[in-house]
């Protein structure tokens, strides 16, 4: 039987956190996690207890965003460019697009 490993716990404190649900940022937040799920997001105390702390540095958290470099970086660009490998084309439409 092999020992079933326990997930990394961290906690991310001094973070401003977007919930796209809502339009109103969390400050000052702690956030804290296991693995790779957010646990909870509060403005109260949080016992980290042997987590590894984070201080994000006033930095704002957007959970659900997910992999956001794709559309912006492909969205604007021929699909030639894409096929082709022409990355700085693709790069300088993303960059252009993002403004």
């Known amino acids: 039987m ?3 490993e326990t997930a990394t716990q961290t906690l991310i404190t001094n973070a401003r956190v977007f919930d796209a ?3 109103a940022r969390i400050e000052n937040a702690r956030v804290p996690t296991e ?9 109260d105390a949080i016992d980290a207890g042997d987590a590894t702390i984070i201080d994000g540095g006033d930095c704002t958290l957007w959970p659900r965003l997910i992999d956001v470099r794709w559309p912006t970086m492909y969205y604007l660009a021929a699909q030639s460019s894409v096929v082709s490998g022409g ?3 693709i790069a300088v439409r993303a960059a252009m697009g993002a403004e």
């Open 87 to 89: 990355i700085l084309e």
């Open 21 to 23: 649900r809502s339009d």
């Open 35 to 43: 693995g790779n799920l957010i646990k909870l997001i509060s403005r």
């Open 2 to 4: 092999q020992a079933q």
